[in-house]
């Protein structure tokens, strides 16, 4: 796309040269416009005698008009011409203007190179190109994806300040599953921001690739960005969800209640809302209790209905508390975040619901972005999200289409058992 541009800029340089150009080579001299208008005026005059000497010979003419109109023509041909002597030679100013349109060439081709690289926007250009390439390009291409990721960083550490390349970067990254690098590229997000609110969803991101690179352990990376977005926003809710997740790893349930609930409190409209409504119900049934009855949100519009049941042959193996994850990923993508994700128990088992937008991982990657989703369901023994051995699984044979509420729903058994 740069060698684009510069193709561009060159046709416009050199169609602004020949403005210059073209009086310089073909312009006509003072001596040149003389000599035209002398080769002029005498072919008038012959055409005119041979007039004459028709109408003469014709007889409309006698022989004193004839020689009149014959001497008139005449003294008029040497009136509009002037002689040899009286012409004056006249500069034409041909090297001068030969040397100012060699300067011309030379100059204004390096000027502009000079000045746009020092005032123009061509990093600008450049980052905002690839950022509408990554935008569009198939997630199954998965080396193209690494290599305009790469591109993107290396334009974005020559001209940082840049929030919205920062965040297309770091989600990006996470899709790579490169979770390292995209809690790099949010920390720059966090730099290149000045609103405290945005900061603090910036180390928030970061703290979430963190944790997901780190297989759900809360490390001291993992701390210390947590605390740094709630310096900023004690209710910033990434931090509070990962917050929450820790606690109910730790068995800690009423502590995971405590922070999933203050999600839903400072964001009612947040898009994991239902997944964090049922971690909340979990962990109270954890505790032993009777979880609040809360008003179901609507259903969104596109999305996928899913009947989930597990095989005969492991209903005594698996434990009511079982953690039962749902998920549903973008056909033919191996890598990347869900695009929805349910959670449930084991004891709720047959299940039917329906993954839409409500369950989505981020607002940026939701369900009814795509047209067809293969659908997971896992019996989680640790109550990761990560698939680990001895964990329960079943899946769609071929891809779903995504669809409007009221299709019919896809069944999906749960019928093997992940041994590494």
Same mark, same amino acid.
């Given at each position: 796309?740069?060698?684009?541009?510069w193709?561009?800029?060159?046709?416009?340089?050199i169609f602004?040269?020949?403005?210059?150009l &073209?009086?310089?080579?073909?312009?006509?001299?003072?001596?040149?416009k003389?000599v035209?208008?002398?080769?002029?005026?005498?072919?008038? =005059?012959? @055409?005119?005698?041979?007039?004459?000497?028709?109408?003469?010979? !014709?007889?409309?003419?006698? $022989?004193?008009? &004839?020689?009149? +109109?014959?001497e008139?023509?005449?003294?008029?041909?040497?009136?509009?011409?002037?002689?040899q002597?009286?012409?004056?030679?006249?500069? @034409?100013?041909?090297?001068?203007?030969m040397?100012v349109a060699?300067?011309?060439?030379?100059?204004?081709?390096?000027?502009? &190179? &000079?000045?746009?690289e020092?005032w123009?926007?061509?990093?600008?250009? /450049?980052?905002?190109? *690839?950022?509408?390439?990554?935008?569009?390009?198939?997630?199954?291409?998965?080396?193209?994806?690494?290599?305009?990721?790469e591109?993107?960083?290396?334009?974005?550490?020559?001209?940082?300040?840049?929030?919205?390349?920062?965040?297309?970067?770091?989600?990006?990254?996470?899709?790579?599953?490169?979770?390292? $690098?995209?809690?790099?590229?949010?920390?720059?997000?966090?730099?290149?921001?000045?609103?405290?609110?945005?900061e603090s969803?910036?180390y928030?991101?970061?703290?979430?690739?963190?944790?997901?690179?780190?297989?759900?352990?809360?490390t $001291?990376?993992? *701390?210390?960005?947590?605390?740094?977005?709630?310096?900023?926003?004690?209710?910033?809710?990434?931090a +509070?969800?990962?917050?929450?997740?820790?606690?109910?790893?730790? #068995?800690?349930?009423?502590?995971?209640?405590? =922070?999933?609930?203050?999600?839903?409190?400072?964001?009612?409209?947040?898009?994991?809302?239902?997944?964090i409504?049922?971690?909340?119900?979990?962990? =109270?049934?954890?505790?032993? /209790?009777?979880p609040? #009855?809360?008003?179901?949100p609507?259903?969104?519009?596109?999305?996928?209905?899913?009947?989930?049941s597990?095989?005969?042959?492991?209903?005594?193996?698996?434990?009511?508390?079982?953690?039962?994850?749902?998920f !549903?990923?973008?056909?033919?993508?191996?890598?990347?975040?869900?695009?929805?994700?349910?959670?449930? *128990?084991?004891?709720?088992?047959?299940?039917?619901?329906?993954?839409?937008?409500? =369950?989505?991982?981020?607002?940026?990657?939701?369900? @009814?972005?795509?047209? /067809?989703?293969?659908?997971?369901?896992?019996?989680s023994?640790?109550?990761?999200?990560?698939a680990?051995?001895? $964990?329960?699984?079943?899946?769609?044979?071929?891809?779903?289409?995504?669809?409007?509420?009221?299709? @019919?729903?896809? *069944?999906?058994?749960?019928?093997?058992?992940?041994?590494?």
């Amino acid at each position: 796309m740069t060698e684009t541009f510069w193709i561009a800029a060159t046709v416009l340089i050199i169609f602004a040269l020949s403005f210059v150009l &073209y009086p310089v080579f073909f312009h006509r001299t003072g001596a040149r416009k003389q000599v035209d208008l002398k080769n002029q005026n005498l072919m008038a =005059y012959r @055409s005119r005698m041979k007039e004459l000497d028709r109408e003469y010979e !014709a007889g409309i003419l006698d $022989d004193e008009n &004839y020689r009149q +109109l014959k001497e008139e023509l005449a003294g008029s041909m040497l009136d509009d011409v002037p002689d040899q002597e009286r012409m004056r030679p006249v500069a @034409s100013g041909r090297k001068s203007a030969m040397a100012v349109a060699l300067v011309s060439i030379l100059v204004i081709p390096a000027a502009t &190179y &000079y000045l746009y690289e020092r005032w123009g926007a061509m990093d600008r250009v /450049e980052q905002f190109i *690839t950022m509408q390439e990554m935008g569009t390009t198939d997630q199954s291409r998965q080396a193209q994806m690494m290599e305009l990721s790469e591109q993107l960083r290396e334009r974005l550490e020559a001209s940082p300040d840049n929030p919205d390349g920062w965040a297309m970067l770091g989600r990006t990254y996470m899709g790579l599953e490169r979770y390292d $690098d995209a809690a790099q590229a949010f920390r720059q997000l966090a730099d290149s921001v000045d609103d405290d609110r945005a900061e603090s969803v910036a180390y928030g991101l970061a703290a979430q690739a963190l944790f997901f690179g780190s297989q759900g352990a809360m490390t $001291d990376e993992v *701390t210390s960005a947590i605390e740094q977005a709630q310096r900023l926003n004690p209710d910033e809710v990434n931090a +509070l969800g990962l917050l929450g997740i820790h606690a109910f790893s730790q #068995q800690n349930y009423r502590e995971a209640i405590q =922070y999933w609930e203050r999600i839903e409190t400072v964001a009612p409209d947040h898009p994991q809302l239902a997944s964090i409504r049922e971690g909340i119900r979990e962990a =109270y049934t954890r505790l032993g /209790e009777e979880p609040p #009855q809360v008003a179901e949100p609507e259903i969104s519009g596109a999305g996928v209905t899913v009947q989930v049941s597990l095989a005969e042959d492991f209903r005594d193996q698996v434990p009511d508390d079982t953690t039962l994850f749902l998920f !549903a990923r973008q056909a033919n993508v191996r890598q990347g975040p869900p695009l929805a994700v349910a959670r449930l *128990t084991a004891d709720q088992l047959p299940v039917e619901i329906r993954l839409d937008d409500r =369950y989505a991982m981020s607002p940026q990657a939701t369900i @009814s972005s795509v047209e /067809e989703v293969v659908v997971t369901a896992r019996l989680s023994r640790s109550g990761s999200v990560s698939a680990q051995a001895g $964990d329960w699984q079943g899946s769609t044979e071929a891809p779903v289409a995504v669809n409007e509420t009221g299709a @019919s729903p896809v *069944t999906v058994v749960i019928d093997q058992q992940l041994i590494d």
